[in-house]
């Protein structure tokens, strides 16, 4: 059904399953387009509008170990994660998937010394959406390196998160700043992880058994905004940045509207008109393969090869 499509040279990677949470200052700044949208219909029609946003007012948050490394600051950490932490070598597991980090038995990671950590009070980020001017440490960081074990053993590690700049190596370890409402992102990102990945799935193989193809020289991101109610019911979802491919959008708007609701978010995300905010990137990764590869299934890892 699908032998006119032997010979493709593009496999698609799901590196994230649904992929990195990007979260920008002042999301209030969107608020115009939303202000005269029909808001007794949550079903109504998703209006497409693209956004040009700074660079530099962005921040990933990235799934992490509940073991923490270290509890020192990085200036210039781009992620925001579960703890404070810096590492010397940035890495990211070689294998893609939901997130665990485990370790060949004997390997040590560099960090910087945990026992030695005065603790000093340090302030969290809350209110507003952080940037990077409020992202300072609160103490100075102790550049010595330090040999820090890790305990666990035995199986593969993997990311689902888009770190396609980050070197690979054998776990995921990256510096990051606390981010205190990790825990209600988390929650909704294991809920997105559910609905994303099959839809995104069926949706290429629909493509492909219809005689169409996607152009694969460049990563494909459907960036989305979605709009909670202060009980986390979802109201809307606005696309703001198209993929090029509008099976691609359909799957990432339908992935949260099969997911909500995201009950129970903290006040501090709240906005002054009683609503929630949340930027969301949804990426499809293309790798190039040399023409006489093997045919390949869906496999655990989210690859796919017609």
Do not use: C
Request: proline share 5%; charged share 25%; aromatic share 8%.
């Amino acid at each position: 059904m699908l032998t006119k499509l032997k010979n493709t040279v593009f496999l698609f990677v799901f590196v994230s399953l649904f992929i990195h949470t990007v979260f920008y200052t002042g999301l209030d700044l969107y608020s115009h387009i939303f202000k005269n949208q029909n808001k007794a219909d949550k079903k109504e029609a998703i209006e497409i509008q693209v956004i040009e946003t700074s660079a530099d007012k962005k921040m990933q948050v990235v799934e992490q170990d509940s073991k923490q490394l270290n509890n020192d600051i990085d200036e210039n950490a781009k992620y925001l994660g579960r703890h404070n932490q810096k590492v010397l070598q940035e890495t990211r597991a070689q294998h893609t998937g939901q997130f665990s980090n485990a370790a060949q038995p004997g390997m040590r990671v560099k960090g910087t010394p945990k026992a030695t950590q005065q603790k000093t009070p340090q302030k969290k980020l809350t209110g507003n959406l952080p940037t990077l001017e409020k992202l300072k440490p609160q103490f100075s960081i102790t550049p010595k390196a330090h040999q820090t074990e890790v305990n666990q053993a035995g199986l593969n590690s993997q990311t689902s998160d888009h770190l396609k700049d980050v070197k690979k190596g054998l776990q995921t370890l990256l510096s990051t700043r606390e981010f205190v409402y990790y825990s209600y992102y988390q929650r909704i990102r294991e809920k997105i992880r559910q609905q994303w990945e099959p839809r995104i799935r069926d949706k290429v193989q629909k493509v492909l058994a219809s005689g169409r193809s996607i152009a694969s020289a460049r990563d494909r991101v459907t960036q989305v905004i979605i709009i909670l109610d202060r009980n986390g019911t979802l109201e809307n979802v606005q696309i703001v940045g198209q993929s090029g491919v509008s099976d691609l959008d359909d799957a990432a708007v339908d992935a949260f509207k099969a997911a909500e609701p995201f009950p129970n978010p903290p006040n501090g995300i709240v906005e002054n008109d009683g609503k929630i905010r949340i930027r969301w990137d949804f990426i499809l990764e293309a790798k190039s393969l040399p023409k006489s590869a093997p045919r390949k299934q869906f496999a655990d890892s989210g690859e796919f090869e017609p």
